[in-house]
């Protein structure tokens, strides 16, 4: 009993000394780990490398806040602790900054940028000038933006190669951090040099990628474990399309017996920083309005059905070389698309249609394949009856921008490589781009003028229709009317075809502001919600990412654009799933494409009522034909590749003196030996050390 009751004592007494002993690790008491980074990433093309990558451990640097761009010489030159991590406000988020840092290198640790809460004054764009001017089809007079350079802001830094990791920061706590940390320790005080210990960052983004394209896809391809190691994937995802009458999926490469008229846009966008980009006006303004005309013509189409068939279409990954137009085209070229190319009568493409001044749209066409005498006949029409038709009675003019210039970077110019068709691309400006923020972080809703009254919830914001949502109903209405008229149409059904506010302002809200809303989620499939691209409560990401991997906004317009032109099929969910209208049909598949929606929930209940959309929407590759092919340097596809990597973080400690650290360093190798030596003669002595003196040998018990 007495054992027992020391046993309980001893228990206690370990227990009343853990008392109150947290449990956070030494690690957690050394760095902050920052919650909200976003990198730049390493991409690779068939002749060289942009982006930007950390050392395999990642790089360490003394914590810098560069107040100007005067500032840079001390980073560069006399600064006392290199290397640096320099942190820059947005506004000195400039490529003259950023080309000093990257030529001294050597002592540039990394760059963090502290993203605004709002757009700056002056434009930016990180793009180049001369939008896919590689994959142009001009004769040199016409080419590299010899004639318009479209995007005259552009300083090209996306384009640039770095030896350093840059990120992007959230303007948050951890940023007021990282600010505290700097001025607590590192700011120098009346020219003074600040002590040790400073604050300093770590930044991980090391890439598995290096020198180019064919080089990764060579290391790829000769990995023979049983699990490789793959170092790169081709840029790419799917392109969403469908026509208004339907077309059988698996008969390829046939010639209808009449033609196409193809309403085009493109989904993607980037900016320098991975995953961040917001492509209002680049992207969403011309596929948002694609969808409301879509809209407007499901009734029309169907009443009066024109006599050409309209294919719509929105391509993904046209930022980088156009691939999926450029995927399409080569599909209908080689007999693997529904839709023959030479099925296709003519293209009428939507491009950055929100910042219209003067309500203003320009008509854009090509010079070169107007030489041909019957295309051109047909592209005015196109200009001066259909178009002009359309606008009407609307608070729209339509212009031709009035001198001979190429056609703006476009999907159009794809189709236009293999053979001359008539088209037009619709944009909101004559010649240089209106749009001050192309392909940048800034080019967002606040940019669009999405902007809501006070007050007003989630669900308020939803359907109020603000005045850009408005102005791009009317251009939506142009368009719808427009098709209508080329695809054969009858005038007379015009003042029946108007896009729907409610629909554009609802969109504009989803993809701008928050895609985690209630008009989105009754038109998406239940298991959506479950799965890695599902709705959030952010902006959709317009970035195209890596091939074979449908993205949250492929997945959205696929379903909106199944419910925008679709009908309702009376049928079960299993079905629906199953693709077919009942048990004996076996062919409807093929003809239609079926989908289970989650619908709404009846008031006072939380079970929604989904029913099955049954439309002609389909999804085709957009991977550049340049991967089928293994033609990893090919001139006329795309070859853009994104690098793997295996970790992305950043965090920020002390740093010691390197005095005080070779002192500890000595400390730990003199105490290292120290202990081996005693260890040592302990080990040698141990039978004096530790002998008992042994008991007589006839000891009597």
Partial sequence: ??????????????????????????????????????????????????????HLSGN????????????????????????????????????????????GSSRVAGVAVVAPSANPLEGVSPHTTCPNENTENYDPSLAHCNVTVWNPLGSGLSYEQFDFPIFSLKDDNDTQVIRQCYMDHNRAVNGSTPQYPLCAMQLYSHMSAVTDTATCMRRNDINFSISPEMVC????????????????????GHKMWESVVIAAARLDSRSFFFEVAPGAESGVSGFVTLLAAAHALRNATQEA?????????????????YIGSSRMVYDMQNNNFAVDLDNVHSVLEIGQVGLRADSRLWLHSDPVSRKNDSVNAEVCILYIHDLQTAAKGLNVSVNEPGFSQPLPPSSFQRFLRARPIPGVVIEDHQSAFTNRFYESMYDNAEYLNISYPPNLTPEEQLVFVTDTAKALTEVATVVARALYIQAGGAESQLEGINADPQIVTRMLYGFLIRSNNSWFQQRIPPDFMMGE?????????????????????????????????????????????NQREDEKDKESKHMYSYVWVQGAAP?????????????????????????DLRDYTSKNYSTWTESRWKSIKGRIFLVASHDLEMLTLGVGVAVLLASLLLTYIMSSKADILFSSGREPANATY
């Avoid at 810098?64 to 640096?84: A, K, M, T």
């Avoid at 994937?233 to 390829?252: E, F, M, Q």
């Avoid at 970035?543 to 032109?565: K, P």
Wanted: contains cysteine; proline residues 6%; charged residues 15%.
């Fill in 1 to 54: 009993m007495d054992l027992l009751s020391n046993k309980w004592i001893v228990n206690l007494l370990v227990c009343c000394l853990f008392i109150g002993v947290g449990c956070n690790s030494v690690e957690k008491k050394i760095y902050v780990h920052l919650n909200y980074t976003v990198p730049c990433v390493r991409l690779l093309n068939a002749t060289h490398q942009i982006g930007c990558q950390s």
């Fill in 603 to 627: 008031p006072n209940s939380t079970k929604r009522e989904g029913f099955c959309v049954r439309s002609t929407v389909r999804l085709s590759k957009a991977l550049s034909p340049a991967f």
């Fill in 305 to 321: 059905p024109p006599n050409r068939t309209i294919l719509y279409t929105f391509f993904q990954g046209e930022t980088f070389d």
């Fill in 233 to 252: 994937d081709p840029l790419g995802d799917y392109n969403v399309w469908a026509s208004t009458r339907p077309i059988n999926n698996t008969a390829k």
């Fill in 60 to 103: 360490v640097g003394v914590l810098h806040v560069l107040e100007s761009e005067e500032n840079v010489d001390w980073v560069l030159r006399s600064g006392p602790n290199p290397p640096y991590l320099v942190i820059l406000e947005s506004p000195l988020f400039t490529r003259s900054i950023m080309m000093k840092l990257k030529n």
């Fill in 533 to 577: 691209s599902n709705c959030s409560d952010r902006p959709t990401n317009f970035y195209v990412g890596v091939a074979q991997q449908r993205s949250e906004l492929t997945h959205l317009v696929q379903y909106l654009l199944a419910n925008l032109t679709g009908s309702t099929a009376n049928i079960s969910q299993d079905n629906c799933q």
